[in-house]
């Protein structure tokens, strides 16, 4: 028998150790719906994949759509007035697809720039359709949703110049979508957050027409994978570290790029300067204390910033509304932000 002294130690090491393991947070029942339905799907960790594979996997959207079915509820995305496919002439000679998203009316509307998240690697319009839909509705405005080139067919800065371009097309052509121009805002989900804040980085620097206003959602801002949002959710769905890994090390160069405002703006980039700014987080989401910490220094910048962390939800929640109630919240925070930049 060991000895009272032993037994007592043995204790109070085991109880230090539960103190120091940190685990995500449980989902709310709606978002645990989701992830089972995806989990139902069952995608190949992404991390053993090659991009163009990655590509291919059951994505949460398709979790949703999944869900939906099982409910008996319908699949159909919402209504808006018009959607239309073009393409537009890229930086490299490349073609953009875009995907534009017309609310009901007759306009002029204001304009928002929307751009899709994927780590800079996978996913596209179709991935990301709900969300510009309930944008063009919730803010009553023109939503042009781009696409990008990816990693690691194409490094860094191909998806950040891609989206810029993307932004000037939308202020040059803003008018021909029946859109004020004079009232163009960007949103961005993810890695597409953080392309969002670089746009307006570059206009400022570039002395280009800065954005109205800024939606980051969940937003890519800095290069530390142990943040305390890291650590509890290091192995969280259907985002944790290793993916981040995954997708840094398929659109970097190198870890030089790291250094670079507009990978990490939360670190390396002057925000002075910057438009009126709405950042929503996801509590279960490694990215959450980056956006946070994004939103504390570009106040101290002396930027407007409005920020909302939604508990029990993951990364990937903000396009869910059909089946996620704090989805429809957030979409109508962002579309507040929006009215207030749009002087509404």
Do not use: C
Not at 320 to 343: H, P, T
């Amino acid at each position: 028998m060991r000895p009272p002294f032993a037994i007592a130690a043995l204790l109070a090491a085991g109880a230090a150790l539960s103190l120091s393991v940190q685990s995500a947070p449980p989902a709310k029942p709606q978002m645990q719906e989701v992830l089972d339905a995806h989990a139902s799907l069952k995608p190949k960790p992404i991390t053993e994949l090659s991009a163009p594979e990655a590509r291919k996997q059951p994505s949460p959207a398709d979790g949703v759509k999944a869900l939906l079915k099982k409910k008996g509820m319908s699949t159909a995305p919402e209504a808006v007035g018009k959607v239309e496919n073009r393409t537009i002439d890229g930086p490299a000679g490349n073609k953009i697809p875009v995907r534009i998203y017309w609310p009901k009316g007759d306009g002029p509307f204001a304009v928002v720039l929307y751009i899709h998240g994927g780590g800079w690697v996978i996913a596209d319009l179709d991935t990301y359709d709900a969300s510009p839909r309930a944008l063009a509705n919730a803010a009553n405005a023109v939503v042009v949703s781009t696409h990008y080139r990816q990693g690691p067919e194409h490094r860094f800065p191909a998806a950040h110049d891609d989206t810029f371009a993307a932004y000037q097309w939308v202020l040059k052509n803003g008018k021909s979508l029946k859109g004020n121009t004079e009232r163009v805002a960007v949103v961005g989900e993810s890695a597409g957050g953080n392309m969002a804040l670089a746009v307006a980085l570059q206009a400022r620097d570039k002395k280009v027409q800065l954005p109205a206003g800024l939606v980051l959602v969940y937003p890519v801002a800095s290069y530390d994978f142990e943040t305390p949002s890291y650590k509890e959710n290091a192995d969280a769905k259907p985002l944790n570290r290793d993916m981040m890994k995954w997708f840094i090390k398929n659109y970097m160069k190198s870890p030089d790029d790291a250094k670079n405002p507009l990978l990490t703006p939360a670190t390396n980039a002057e925000l002075k300067g910057m438009p009126p700014t709405t950042i929503i987080t996801a509590q279960i989401d490694p990215l959450r204390s980056e956006g946070q910490a994004l939103a504390e220094k570009m106040k101290a910048a002396g930027v407007k910033v409005e920020s909302k962390t939604y508990d029990g939800v993951t990364h990937e929640f903000f396009g869910m509304a059909a089946v996620v109630d704090e989805a429809k919240d957030a979409q109508q925070f962002a579309a507040a932000g929006l009215k207030r930049a749009f002087g509404n």
